[in-house]
């Protein structure tokens, strides 16, 4: 019943883009560009994965794995970009490192195949997001910042990729593991579900986030 419902992201990344080019006024420097950016790769990534298979006759994980690392590539940079304390931007390098490191070690020596995700990767990216996207916020919190986060397109950036990425891992290794059957309705809606969520923070930050806050 909702097997089809994953080919529809490519419309809320859509969505997102064109609110992003909507309100692009609100974002003064290269740091709130590179939010927008991101959401535009993904759509463009969407658009090439849907139609991948049909133009060269081969599965579209390489599509996604590559997508993978650039988007936790992203991710890392901007959260380095938005960190205050020194400490917490050399974990953020350390992390980067580390990612590289991980992500193609494990693609040439466990996780080779072309017809699979990496989930391994995408396992540490996530926890490496997660850890620190919490150093973002308690800066925030701990500063005068906390009085207008909600008027920060960082702020909903940040919540939107968490909102996709902590509840999509354990559901993703549940599958690889057999502890949850692999049915692809089920997958779909949460799929669909997450990257709603996710979106939906984007288009609010956009919205709502004022321009001299997103410096």
Known sequence: MFEDLRFYIIYLALLSSLVGFRFYYKLPNNKAKFVLYIIVFSFLTE??????????????????????????????????????????????????????????????????????????????????????????????????????????????FILGILLFHVPFLPFMLAIKWFLIKNDESIFSLVLFILNLLMNSCFIIGFLWSEKRYNY
């Open 47 to 156: 658009f090439i994965g849907k139609y991948f298979t049909s133009w060269t006759g081969l599965v579209n994980f390489p599509v996604y794995n590559f997508y993978m690392l650039a988007s936790f590539s992203a991710y890392i940079l901007l959260l380095y970009a938005l960190l205050q304390k020194l400490a917490c931007k050399r974990i953020a390098i350390s992390f980067l490192i580390l990612f590289y490191f991980f992500y193609f070690f494990n693609l040439y020596y466990f996780q080779y195949q072309n017809d699979t995700v990496l989930t391994n990767s995408f396992a540490l990216g996530v926890i490496f997001v997660l850890l620190l996207s919490c150093c973002f916020f308690v800066e925030i919190f701990n500063s005068e910042k906390i009085l207008n986060f909600k008027k920060s397109i960082y702020f909903w």
